[in-house]
């Protein structure tokens, strides 16, 4: 069982905005930063936001994330098509003394 | 850019010695203040950090996990390596190796991974 929660799955239609938490503890999120992977169907996670809220080159301005006490969201804005894939949460947890994820999101399109 | 590529033997017997390595090319792996670290994901499961070695020798691996790893680096062929003991089908998954930062959950690149499957 993950240090951090994640809904297993959620869905969107074209153009909607899909949300996707992630909770976590004082010990990961609380105290943390938290970042953010996708992972299309049968790749290696890409990371997806950084430090909370920030992009890599590269990354959609639809993908934003937020953080706020011990949980964080990531938001896309427009889904697309090919957005479709897992999404993982990831903090640094102090009390493991390592990184954790989330179980993953499925997100799937309607 | 830097970019990750792992490779290892496909299938292994149980109780044997699971040994996979990574190749970074466009950058060394003793520069940038680096960790590189090994992830694992089980058939249809999600992601597990199995622990990270830094260019000094430094080792972390996550206390969560039972199985027997052994992660070194060899800076001569730029290869960071893991071992698993005793090899079980608990072991069996998609193996990806990934740059990361010391106290952070912060990966990036991520090789193309390598699936290594645990039966006789």
């Known amino acids: 069982q993950s240090l951090l929660t994640q809904p297993p799955s959620t869905s969107g239609t074209p153009g909607q905005r899909v949300t996707i938490s992630c909770s976590g503890s004082?010990?990961?999120?609380?105290?943390?930063?938290v970042h953010w992977y996708q992972q299309l169907p049968g790749t290696a996670p890409k990371l997806l936001i950084y430090?909370?809220?920030q992009r890599p080159s590269g990354v959609p301005d639809r993908f934003s994330g937020s953080k706020s006490g011990a949980s964080a969201s990531l938001a896309i804005s427009g889904f697309q098509s090919e957005d479709e894939a897992d999404y993982y949460c990831?903090?640094?947890?102090?009390?493991?003394?390592?990184?954790?994820f989330g179980g993953g999101t499925k997100l799937t399109g309607l | 850019q830097v970019q990750l590529q792992e490779s290892g033997p496909g299938l292994v017997e149980p109780s044997q010695t699971l040994s996979l390595t990574c190749t970074v090319s466009g950058g060394s792996v003793t520069s940038g203040g680096y960790y590189w670290s090994w992830i694992r994901q089980r058939p249809g499961k999600g992601l597990e950090w199995i622990g990270y070695?830094?260019?000094?020798?430094?080792?972390y691996y996550n206390p969560s996990l039972t199985s027997l790893f052994g992660i070194s680096l060899d800076t001569s062929k730029n290869q960071v390596s893991l071992n698993v003991d005793s090899a079980t089908a608990a072991d069996t998954a998609i193996y990806y190796c990934?740059?990361?930062?010391?106290?952070?959950?912060?990966?990036?690149?991520w090789g193309q991974g390598t699936l290594v499957t645990v039966s006789s």
């Open positions: 990831a903090a640094w947890d102090d009390s493991l003394n390592g990184p954790v």
């Open positions: 070695i830094f260019y000094t020798g430094s080792i």
């Open positions: 990934a740059r990361s930062s010391w106290k952070r959950a912060w990966f990036d690149p």
């Open positions: 430090n909370n809220n």
């Open positions: 004082g010990s990961n999120i609380g105290s943390n930063t």
